[in-house]
């Protein structure tokens, strides 16, 4: 499988495709419904931030106690379920004058479960075009999701000017709606993956043995940490060009799907572990210019050339994948998703509170040289040549747990 047309003929792929794209849409236009709404109640920009992107903090929560579930349920159910959950949680968010702690409980509360739905919708992808065709189909499932944030912001903004934000969370919704419906009936029935019964010490269990080994651990450290910093930079666009924020996140958008392009479509499989670490660097170099503040044409040039190192998270997924029983796959790739998200949000944070000491173009600068730094520490650990690997499925006793 090498072309984006294969792929999308493979059986169940298309429904996968598509029930990701409308969640991920769904998602972005409730997310700045609510953003809007809570705004508007309390006047607070944190609380704001925090109804936007506060679920991503329960996404570690939910990497301890609840990732064992992602290879032990029926994928086809799960996915619906998980949609069908956040259809109703969502439509919870419209009632009127709903307090605001309870908006951020029903927040976090969906940050939680969705921290499962990662490991199942990515473990079902190895499980539709097997390993090789792995890289591939996340590629175009990440170009999928960064079209749908961009139609789902401008949509969503649009929608705002005409409607109240109770009426586009309902919109958003219906949208989740439609995303379980398409899962329900586009993919196909399929036993889990492990066997046993989910639960917090299964998780654990599952944890330590994936972190547990040194070339996986190196992995998810690559994974997580260089591209949280880089997200911290992009939190400060908004304080660096207030009036023009936009352009640099269609800057940053762009080039984030062409560096998913160029892997999944274009790099051979011999160029993807020698490129890993050049193109981590490339994630962040570009943002050192930042602290000379250069004008807004060059600084959305910067961004587009920096979010092409994006890709690197393709290219180490890849080798996750290579390094991973099948019956660890969906819980590995939860693992991924939940810890990608939770060192997002905490990126974001980081990054401002150095704003508040510093400009913010110093500011994405110093967590550029952050990122640089543990970049050039992994590239010795990614140059270890894989070996087998142990069978890390659960004992007996852990299948009764």
Excluded: K
């Excluded at 929560?61 to 609840?66: E, S």
């Excluded at 997200?231 to 304080?239: I, N, Q, S, Y």
């Amino acid at each position: 499988m090498r072309t984006y047309r294969e792929l999308l003929r493979a059986p169940e792929f298309p429904a996968l495709f598509a029930t990701m794209s409308v969640q991920v849409a769904a998602q972005t236009v409730s997310g700045i419904a609510l953003a809007t709404l809570v705004y508007g109640a309390t006047g607070s920009a944190l609380l704001s931030a925090l109804s936007m992107f506060g679920a991503s903090f329960a996404q570690v929560v939910g990497a301890a106690t609840l990732l064992s579930a992602a290879d032990r349920l029926p994928p086809r159910a799960a996915l619906a379920g998980l949609a069908l959950f956040t259809a109703l949680t969502t439509a919870l968010l419209a009632v009127p004058a709903l307090p605001i702690g309870a908006v951020l409980g029903v927040v976090l509360l969906q940050g939680l479960v969705a921290s499962i739905g990662g490991g199942v919708r990515f473990g079902l992808l190895s499980d539709i075009v097997a390993a090789e065709g792995y890289l591939l189909g996340r590629s175009l499932l990440n170009m999928s999701v960064g079209a749908m944030q961009i139609a789902g912001f401008a949509g969503g903004g649009l929608l705002l000017a005409v409607a109240s934000p109770s009426a586009v969370l309902l919109g958003g919704a219906g949208l989740s709606l439609l995303a379980a419906a398409v899962a329900r009936f586009g993919l196909a029935a399929r036993p889990p993956r492990a066997a046993g019964r989910a639960s917090v010490r299964a998780t654990w269990r599952g944890n330590r043995a994936l972190l547990g080994d040194p070339a996986r651990r190196a992995v998810y450290i690559g994974l997580w940490v260089p591209n949280g910093l880089i997200v911290g930079c992009e939190a400060l666009f908004v304080p660096y060009s207030p009036h023009a924020a936009g352009a640099l996140f269609v800057a940053a958008a762009l080039g984030m799907l062409a560096g998913d392009a160029v892997a999944g479509r274009v790099l051979p499989a011999r160029w993807r572990r020698p490129l890993t670490s050049p193109v981590q660097l490339l994630l962040a170099v570009p943002y050192l210019a930042f602290a000379l503040h250069p004008p807004l044409w060059a600084a959305a040039g910067l961004a587009a050339v920096a979010s092409v190192g994006y890709c690197g998270s393709l290219l180490l997924q890849d080798r996750l994948v290579e390094l991973t029983p099948p019956e660890l796959r969906g819980h590995s790739l939860g693992l991924h998703s939940s810890g990608m998200f939770t060192m997002q949000a905490v990126g974001a944070t980081l990054a401002g509170a150095v704003a508040q000491f510093l400009a913010p173009g110093p500011a994405m600068a110093v967590m550029a040289v952050a990122s640089i730094t543990v970049s050039v520490l992994l590239v010795r650990p990614f140059r270890a040549p894989v070996g087998t690997r142990p069978a890390v499925s659960p004992s007996p006793a852990a299948s009764r747990t």
